[in-house]
């Protein structure tokens, strides 16, 4: 069974914008936490952005503050991560995670608290 199932990504030239969905198994308020992340080619894995489903408090990274936007709807049991004015810094596969448990909110970013992964999605932002 697959947890997280991550779509959306695509090719897109800078300035423009794409929505990332990820579906989770059961509902989104079954977990604590649901982020973002993203690997580019050669770097590591970096948290891209993270919704916390008990008090909704939403996370970004500093390179995405301002661009990106992270919701939620629960009808749909899906988390989106709407991006805007695309860089092709942002060119990376993006993963979406789930976390069962709490962690303190300045950890929002470190991969190992989040338990299911999805398989990624290409973003590739390029003229």
């Known amino acids: 069974q697959e947890h997280v199932v991550e779509s959306g990504g695509g090719l897109v030239q800078p300035g423009g914008s794409l929505r990332l969905s990820c579906t989770v198994s059961g509902s989104t308020s079954d977990y604590y936490a649901i982020g973002w992340f993203r690997q580019a080619p050669g770097k590591e894995r970096e948290g891209v952005s993270c919704l916390s489903t008990t008090d909704t408090m939403t996370y970004y990274a500093d390179s995405v503050k301002g661009r990106f936007t992270i919701s939620r709807d629960n009808s749909k049991d899906t988390v989106y991560l709407e991006m805007n004015n695309l860089k092709p810094e942002d060119t990376a596969v993006y993963y979406c995670?789930?976390?069962?448990?709490?962690?303190?909110?300045?950890?929002?970013?470190?991969?190992?608290?989040?338990?299911?992964w999805g398989q990624g999605t290409q973003v590739t932002v390029s003229s």
């Open positions: 995670a789930t976390a069962r448990y709490n962690f303190y909110a300045t950890a929002w970013h470190k991969g190992h608290l989040y338990d299911f």
